[in-house]
Structures are given as structure tokens and as C-alpha cells.
């Protein structure tokens, strides 16, 4: 059949005991169709898991919480690497403001996601949304991202930008929406 752009075809079908509230996408393991990352951040486990499309929606990896909130991913290339994996940028709150609210993962070997301490960074405001862009087109993603702060009006938008040779290029910026 010829796709006439109207029709709505059902491709896959799966329940899950999570109502997701974010959703990113991109080539998290490196094989086949982009995988799928969904976040919870409504239930008292909060949860960011990885599915993969060819799998049938299996889940990958995931990580789950009930102290600290997951809140919201991104999938892009942040970390300097090769091949066409892509990294996830994670985002959550914490109980403790020296606790690491922004955290970058990749997929290892066995499909789990792991992050480097160099990778996580602790904020206070903690971020609410997260999201990258390659500003400075080097190739590399830039993660942006945008949190209140409590003792002056409007949300503030901040960058990191810690890999490849982006930290001698520009600094990392913080502006007042």
C-alpha cells in the first residue's frame, strides 16, 4: 500500500505499569532503530528506563528512585567517542543539594547505563528540563538546561560543557530568562 499520510497504522502495541511523563529518543546501544527513553516522574518510584524498538519495546536499562525524582533525558552525543552511540543526559532532584542532579550515561558492554563521577554534576536549584544542542558545530552535543531560581524572578538557562576541546573554546553559561 501507498502511504497516503491520513491512515495511522499500529506498528507496535505494549502496556506498562509507569503513565510516563517524558520522552526522548535516539541510538543509545548502537544497533538497529533508535531507542526509547521514557521518565516517570509522578510516582512515588520515579523511573527513567531505556526501550529497545527492534525488541519488541524490551526494556534495555533503567534507573529507578523513590528518594530522588527523575525528571526529564535527552539522548545525543556529549561525550567525545566513536562509532554512532549516542549518550543520555538524566536529570532528576534530590533530597541533598550536594547530590548529582545531572547526570550523563552511556551503554556499556553488558546494555547497562553507567556514568563516570566526572559525568554528574550536583545543583542547587536543581535542573527541570534538560536538553542539547551543538552550539559551538564541533560535532559534539552541549547540555543545556533550564531551572528556576527561588530569590530572583524567571528561570535561569545554564550550560555544561566539559568534553572533547568545547571548555577552551567558550565557557560554560548561565543566563536569566
Known sequence: DKPSGRDWKEHLS?????????????QIDDVGSVEVVLVDDESNETVMDVYSVDGGFARIDGKHSDGDRWKAAAVGRIVEQTGTQLDLAGIRSSSKPDKASLLIYTLDGDNELSS???????????PEFVFLADLSGNGDDEVL???????EDGPRLIMRDDWGDDKKNHPDIELAL
Not at 506498562?16 to 535516539?26: D, I, L, R, Y
Not at 538546561?145 to 530569590?151: A, D, E, I, M, Y
Request: charged fraction near 20%.
Open 14 to 26: 505494549t502496556d506498562f505499569e509507569h503513565p510516563w511523563t517524558h520522552v526522548a529518543t535516539g
Open 145 to 151: 538546561f533550564l531551572r528556576k531560581h527561588p530569590s
Open 116 to 126: 563516570d563521577s566526572d559525568w554528574q554534576w550536583a545543583f542547587s536549584p536543581q
